[in-house]
């Protein structure tokens, strides 16, 4: 069975603070990984690709163990607009298809 | 910017009734895809779509649903009789590539059904 497992948090922090979620999945024959943004009623948007060096899109650092099988995401320097829910995507490869698997996401709140 | 973009907004139908869920995908992608989000739940891959056919389907998209694109620009999913557990937000997704990184949601369709 392909698992991919998030804490749903919420995870409460001020503006400012420096936020870190985790996101692990069950299948190492996964080929690519994402982090996407959800807002509340709305639809799943791209935030950044994870590729086994790390990368890094301004305050948002993303990082892969391909060995313990997890995915992070760090956020620093957190804003209000940052509040939403931070969906993990895992593909894997099927018969020349991929098969994207979605976890239930981590909801972030940034308080004044 | 181009955008995926989906009709109707919400749907209330009742048990039993056939719906037809209507997505227009970004006019250059060749990908498509639909995905279903129970409310307080994860995001469900339904279904792939490439070169009119359907290139992978997940467990839930069993013989009631069906897609279809009939023209070069929509691209539908149907539900020939829908069930209390259909409830939820449907959402399209299109591409230029595979890889779901690449993929622009639509803003979904709310289905209820009564």
């Known amino acids: 069975r392909k698992e991919v497992e998030q804490d749903p948090g919420p995870f409460n922090v001020p503006e400012g603070a420096t936020v870190a979620f985790n996101c692990t999945y069950s299948n190492s024959a996964s080929q690519s990984f994402f982090w996407y943004r959800q807002d509340c009623r709305k639809e799943p948007k791209l935030l950044m690709s994870?590729?086994?060096s790390g990368n890094e899109d301004g305050r948002f650092t993303a990082q892969l163990n391909r060995a313990s099988q997890y995915i992070s995401l760090l956020i620093r320097d957190s804003k209000l607009s940052d509040s939403a829910t931070y969906l993990c995507v895992v593909n894997w490869v099927s018969g020349g298809s991929y098969i994207p698997t979605f976890g239930r996401g981590t909801s972030l709140i940034v308080h004044p | 910017e181009p955008e995926v973009t989906q009709t109707p907004s919400h749907q209330v139908t009742q048990m039993g009734q056939e719906v037809i869920l209507r997505c227009v995908p970004i006019s250059n992608h060749l990908y498509f895809y639909w995905y279903r989000q129970i409310l307080g739940q994860k995001v469900e891959f339904l279904v792939s779509f490439y070169n009119n056919e359907i290139s992978e389907k997940s467990e839930i998209f069993d013989d009631q649903f069906s897609v279809e694109r009939p023209d070069g620009s929509n691209f539908t999913l149907k539900i020939r009789s829908t069930k209390l557990e259909d409830s939820a937000m449907y959402f399209c997704?299109?591409?230029?590539?595979?890889?779901?990184?690449?993929?622009?949601f639509g803003p979904g369709t709310r289905l209820l059904v009564l």
């Open positions: 997704a299109s591409s230029e590539a595979r890889a779901v990184g690449t993929q622009y």
């Open positions: 994870v590729y086994s």
